[in-house]
């Protein structure tokens, strides 16, 4: 069954590097687009970006100059990478697929030194 | 960008009682969707394409609008939906964004 599963470092120190993976099952990145989706702590959804079926990626404008997403087809793996973290990029992060239908456990992320 | 604005922000509603919520798009979205999130979980996807009954989902949900406006529909309040519901658009051309939000309680 369709399944995705993030994965990550708990706690991140400010002005460092995050890199999460979202590692999937049941179906090919190859075939199925895959977006990134935060949530600070007490607070709504944040589209973050995507990365298409064909390889290609879209941002969120506001978080494009510090964010990449990429993959390993062969691994089944997509990776989410963002610079220069702050406070305010503390939350969860989640991935789905088809348009939300399907989600991610999430992963609690903190930036804090 | 296109904001979706969604209210109400917070309401309660008794076991029976028929709940909805609006979110009002700044331009043209081609369809929206609603997503269901209960406190520690990832959020569930209740409809589609505007209209359409994600599978699982209890028929007393229902999704309708067209152009700038949209809403979601609850026939009768059960108590097993509490929860904070959010719209998201899908028009042609990324960012996806969401709504910020309507936190449902039951009386």
């Known amino acids: 069954q369709v399944q995705l599963k993030e994965s990550g470092p708990g706690l991140v120190q400010p002005s460092q590097t995050l890199s999460l993976t979202c590692t999937v099952s049941?179906?090919?990145?190859?075939?199925?687009?895959v977006h990134w989706v935060r949530q600070p702590p007490g607070k709504g959804l944040e589209w973050m970006g995507v990365?298409?079926?064909?390889?290609?990626?879209d941002y969120n404008s506001a978080l494009k100059p510090r964010l990449s997403i990429s993959r390993d087809t062969s691994k089944s793996q997509v990776f989410l990478t963002m610079n220069s973290l702050q406070t305010e990029d503390t939350g969860i992060y989640y991935c789905?697929?088809?348009?939300?239908?399907?989600w991610g456990q999430g992963v609690m992320v903190t930036v804090s030194s | 960008e296109i904001v979706l604005t969604q209210s109400p922000t917070t309401t309660a509603a008794s076991p029976g009682e028929k709940v909805t919520i609006t979110c009002l798009a700044s331009s043209s979205v081609s369809n929206m969707y609603w997503y269901q999130q209960k406190s520690g979980a990832s959020p569930k996807l209740l409809i589609y394409?505007?209209?359409s009954l994600a599978s699982g989902v209890p028929d007393r949900f229902s999704g309708s609008g067209s152009g700038t406006s949209y809403s979601l529909t609850i026939n009768t309040m059960e108590a097993e939906d509490a929860a904070t519901y959010y719209c998201?658009?899908?028009?042609?051309?990324?960012?996806?964004?969401f709504g910020s939000g309507t936190k449902l309680e039951i009386k």
């Open positions: 998201q658009q899908w028009s042609s051309n990324p960012p996806f964004t």
């Open positions: 049941g179906f090919s990145l190859t075939s199925y687009n």
């Open positions: 990365i298409w079926s064909g390889g290609n990626t």
């Open positions: 394409s505007t209209s």
């Open positions: 789905n697929r088809n348009r939300g239908y399907y």
